[in-house]
């Protein structure tokens, strides 16, 4: 069982940037792949970010060039650097462990969400 904390969501001005992070419980975070989805009111969970356990990202067309997924094995973290936020990318921001996909469903586990309000 891994349990996922995030960190780091608050509001920020389009054109800020912000730096989310994710805690995981247990050493069995380092050896699966991870992810970032968002989901914005009234809408369906959609797919951010995600990285093996060597470090090879995926992104999202909507934020790529602006996020920067990351991870330390060692300490059992997940981050992602978003910069040049827009008001669209206003959405709970979860981070999710143990599949190696876009699709939210095949994720095994899941943090609880930090919310990232962008003003216009």
């Known amino acids: 069982q891994v349990h996922l904390v995030e960190s780091g969501g608050g509001l920020v001005q389009a054109g800020g940037s912000l730096r989310l992070s994710c805690a995981a419980s247990?050493?069995?975070?380092?050896?699966?792949?991870v992810a970032w989805f968002r989901q914005a009111p009234g809408k369906g969970q959609e797919f951010v970010a995600r990285l093996t356990v060597s470090g090879t990202p995926s992104y999202g067309d909507v934020v790529k060039g602006r996020f920067t997924i990351s991870r330390d094995n060692l300490k059992n973290t997940l981050d992602l650097q978003m910069n040049g936020l827009k008001p669209e990318d206003t959405a709970a921001y979860y981070c999710?462990?143990?599949?190696?996909?876009?699709?939210?469903?095949?994720?095994?586990?899941w943090g609880q969400g930090t919310q990232v309000t962008v003003s216009p």
């Open positions: 247990a050493h069995a975070f380092s050896t699966m792949s």
């Open positions: 999710a462990a143990g599949a190696y996909s876009d699709n939210p469903a095949a994720y095994v586990y």
